[in-house]
């Protein structure tokens, strides 16, 4: 059985677990969660959006202390624990002030015949999410905020590291007056969520995780004819390519790879400098990123907290020593203290080695040196995953040609700070498939119905 814990990764210390879900009830919850789809279904969109508006304000009135909970859960630093939930805050808004405009009835505009022909978004059902635990509340807000405005319901199984802010997730839907089981927490193992995705009940599933979690996912959903959607991870690259502001481009690449203490999944991982670029860069890479200092991440002033688990931290460390065995050079780092690991940079990394395709979630920077454009986008693209991926250049036609080479998702020309709740998430490749987020999250689980009437 699953054990649901909150276990500060600072002390190590246990501070309170919460029960797992019994088979019984989960096979209640799924029935409750159904039957909620005939009220909240058939709300009007502007009910739901009043719903959705009054979720954003309490998000937005409790950020301070929902931040708190998410740094003792998983160790976020307090400034970004505080900045995680005011940006799921604008998630919820965003899909309330967009409601209208993404269910409005769609006309075809026909070719022959006679009478009208609309697209109408009606609910799909049940929505299964599976939530990782590095984003605990921006990731149930991508997932749950579009379902709930399309009027579909939705069963939540947190990471079992999370499920002190799954609780406060779940009161604040009901503080909103969401109905009941339209919204429903599942403190559920791996096992029981198999039989949760295998229910007719059931009509789609969203996981945020593992390529291994996503694999097995996506096979039992498959067969039982469930759409999915997959986010997997990634390792993304960061095209440095040229610049007229050295000081600023790594400033850029440092946030790229350090955000959430590095356990992003769209963090820039493996940084590929022009050749002309690659000596200042590596220096001043080198400067910058050491300045970030392991702390204690309930402080302000803390950027770098400590990794989820002593375990996290301890396979982070094994593939920083397998690279060094297999040729890399650590120019910076590589040290672990319980659950804190310092910023490590890599240089050397073979290409034929098995740290090489892996994606490393932490604080740990590889640095590549690219003798040309074509080999940048080369080393970009030699890789299994296809989540997002940074370009910096000056040439505003070089920026053009290249991103529209990269074999991503997502791609982010000279910005880090792209993201927003309109913007769609998702990947290609290894890295899933589906998106979040944007009107493209609204799509991913809807009926879209054709009603077609003659003359």
Request: glycine share 10%; hydrophobic share 40%.
């Amino acid at each position: 059985m699953t054990t649901y814990a909150v276990t500060d990764p600072t002390t190590g210390q246990v501070i309170k677990q919460y029960p797992a879900i019994t088979d019984e009830d989960l096979t209640a919850s799924i029935g409750r969660a159904e039957s909620a789809l005939t009220e909240w279904g058939s709300r009007t969109v502007a009910e739901r959006v009043t719903l959705l508006q009054n979720v954003a304000s309490i998000y937005e009135e409790r950020a301070e202390e929902l931040g708190a909970i998410i740094s003792r859960e998983m160790g976020k630093p307090k400034t970004s624990a505080i900045g995680e939930a005011a940006f799921s805050a604008s998630i919820y808004r965003y899909y309330a002030d967009s409601a209208e405009e993404f269910l409005a009835d769609e006309p075809i505009q026909l070719r022959g015949g006679t009478g009208s022909a609309v697209i109408r978004r009606t609910p799909l059902g049940v929505v299964l999410g599976i939530m990782p635990w590095n984003y605990p509340y921006f990731m149930a807000a991508r997932c749950a905020a579009p379902n709930l405005m399309i009027g579909n319901t939705v069963l939540l199984k947190p990471a079992p590291q999370c499920p002190e802010s799954a609780a406060a997730i779940a009161a604040i839907f009901d503080e909103a007056g969401l109905p009941a089981n339209a919204y429903t927490t599942i403190l559920a193992s791996n096992e029981q969520i198999e039989s949760v995705i295998a229910d007719p009940r059931v009509r789609g599933v969203s996981l945020t995780g593992s390529g291994r979690a996503g694999s097995a996912v996506a096979k039992i959903a498959g067969e039982h004819l469930k759409k999915v959607v997959l986010e997997l991870g990634g390792s993304d690259p960061f095209l440095a390519l040229s610049t007229n502001d050295m000081d600023a481009l790594v400033k850029s690449a440092v946030a790229a790879r350090m955000y959430n203490s590095g356990q992003a999944c769209n963090a820039a991982k493996r940084f590929i400098v022009a050749d002309h670029l690659y000596d200042e860069f590596l220096e001043k890479f080198v400067s910058q990123i050491s300045a970030f200092e392991p702390g204690d991440p309930s402080s302000p002033d803390t950027k770098l907290g400590p990794l989820v688990s002593v375990e996290a931290a301890e396979r982070l460390e094994a593939q920083v020593n397998r690279a060094v065995e297999e040729g890399a050079t650590v120019v910076l780092g590589g040290q672990r203290n319980g659950a804190f690991f310092s910023p490590t940079v890599l240089t050397d990394v073979r290409r034929d080695g098995s740290a090489y395709s892996e994606e490393f979630f932490g604080p740990v920077a590889q640095v590549f040196r690219a003798r040309t454009e074509a080999e940048a986008i080369e080393l970009a693209n030699d890789t299994d995953f296809g989540l997002g991926s940074f370009v910096f250049t000056d040439d505003a036609a070089q920026a053009e040609r290249v991103a529209d080479q990269i074999a991503a998702g997502m791609v982010y020309v000279n910005t880090v700070d792209g993201e927003g709740p309109e913007v769609p998430f998702g990947g290609v490749k290894n890295s899933g498939y589906g998106r979040e987020l944007g009107r493209l999250g609204a799509e991913e689980f809807v009926n879209m119905k054709l009603i077609r009437t003659g003359a």
